[in-house]
Nanobody, 115 residues
Framework: QVQLVESGGGLVQAGGSLRLSCAAS????????MGWSRQAPGKQRELVAR???????NYADSAKGRFSISRDTAKNTVWLQMNSLKPEDTAVYYC?????????WGRGTQVTVSS
């Protein structure tokens, strides 16, 4: 089993920044992919960004140029730096870790961007 614990969410004004952190523990295999997804009220959960153990990254179009994902593979930790936040970024942000056919999820952290 893998446990993921997120932190760093909160309330911020439009144009501001937040940095989310996620620490993974448990039976973690090498070669996994860690990432962040989000779910706004009434909407489906969507991928925001992900990073492989080798450092390759992917971003949703909405995150490109504003968000940056990074990880410390040795410490099983991933961060999401979010800049130039917009009200439409308001959502619960979930950390996830994928390996093979398994995907593990954290409980989420709320990000609210006021206009």
């Amino acid at each position: 089993q893998v446990q993921l614990v997120e932190s760093g969410g909160g309330l911020v004004q439009a144009g501001g920044s937040l940095r989310l952190s996620c620490a993974a523990s448990g039976s973690i295999f090498r070669g996994n992919v860690m990432g962040w997804s989000r779910q706004a009220p009434g909407k489906q959960r969507e991928l925001v960004a992900r990073v492989t153990s080798g450092g390759s990254t992917n971003y949703a179009d909405s995150a490109k140029g504003r968000f940056s994902i990074s990880r410390d593979t040795a410490k099983n930790t991933v961060w999401l730096q979010m800049n130039s936040l917009k009200p439409e970024d308001t959502a619960v942000y979930y950390c996830n870790l994928a390996y093979g056919s398994y995907t593990y999820w954290g409980r989420g952290t709320q990000v609210t961007v006021s206009s």
